[in-house]
T-cell receptor, first 116, second 112 residues
Framework: DTGVSQDPRHKITKRGQNVTFRCDPI?????LYWYRQTLGQGPEFLTY????????KSRLLSDRFSAERPKGSFSTLEIQRTEQGDSAMYLCASSPRGYRGRNEQFFGPGTRLTVL | GQQLNQSPQSMFIQEGEDVSMNCTSSSIFNTWLWYKQDPGEGPVLLIALYKAGELTSNGRLTAQFGITRKDSFLNISASIPSDVGIYFCAGHGETSGSRLTFGEGTQLTVNP
């Protein structure tokens, strides 16, 4: 399977703990995105990487959130001092180098975070 | 910021019926994408649109990029039970970089 993969699929943690999620994009996709989705809503943009450079960050990405893509391949999203409001599905997407403005983003299966 | 209004919020139809849903934006979009999401899974890309007026099909699915560049619609013909899921429109405009803005989704239920 050559799609976007995410690990873990589910994470249950206690409030105040730190969690880290991993995303492996489709091979040769140089763009990688993180989104957050709460129940009954569409995904909301968090941050975007082109290769290893983090080019955009949403205001949703508080200082407790940090994302990295150290070698321009996989990415990690860390949440420090988790709060119950962080409970959501965290989605990763990747897209190939844009051609004529094309921006087809392919999503992984997501990581479901539950903060108790 | 950009906002997308997607309607209807939910639809209950009989197998074999056609379905239509649409999205409108508060600003001009350069890209419209339509996704389907099953419970506990990530969205799956169905159709991508890049030009005003563009009409694109993918099997029983047809989507159009509105000529005003502020709307798009998705049609599903001859629905089948596996069409059940949540359909999302998404897009981005000239000032939003690469980030996608999503609608709130249309929950489709198909009765056999």
């Amino acid at each position: 399977d050559t799609g976007v993969s995410q690990d873990p699929r589910h994470k249950i943690t206690k409030r105040g703990q730190n969690v880290t999620f991993r995303c492996d994009p489709i091979s040769e996709h140089n763009r990688l995105y993180w989104y957050r989705q709460t129940l009954g809503q569409g995904p909301e943009f968090l941050t975007y990487f082109q290769n290893e450079a983090q080019l955009e960050k949403s205001r949703l990405l508080s200082d407790r959130f940090s994302a990295e893509r150290p070698k321009g391949s996989f990415s990690t999203l860390e949440i420090q001092r988790t709060e119950q409001g962080d409970s959501a599905m965290y989605l990763c997407a990747s897209s190939p180098r844009g051609y004529r403005g094309r921006n087809e983003q392919f999503f992984g299966p997501g990581t479901r975070l539950t903060v108790l | 910021g950009q906002q997308l209004n997607q309607s209807p919020q939910s639809m209950f139809i009989q197998e074999g019926e056609d379905v239509s849903m649409n999205c409108t934006s508060s600003s001009i979009f350069n890209t419209w994408l339509w996704y389907k999401q099953d419970p506990g899974e990530g969205p799956v890309l169905l159709i991508a649109l890049y030009k005003a007026g563009e009409l694109t099909s993918n099997g029983r699915l047809t989507a159009q990029f509105g000529i005003t560049r502020k709307d798009s619609f998705l049609n599903i013909s001859a629905s089948i039970p596996s069409d059940v899921g949540i359909y999302f429109c998404a897009g981005h405009g000239e000032t939003s970089g690469s980030r996608l803005t999503f609608g709130e989704g249309t929950q489709l239920t198909v009765n056999p």
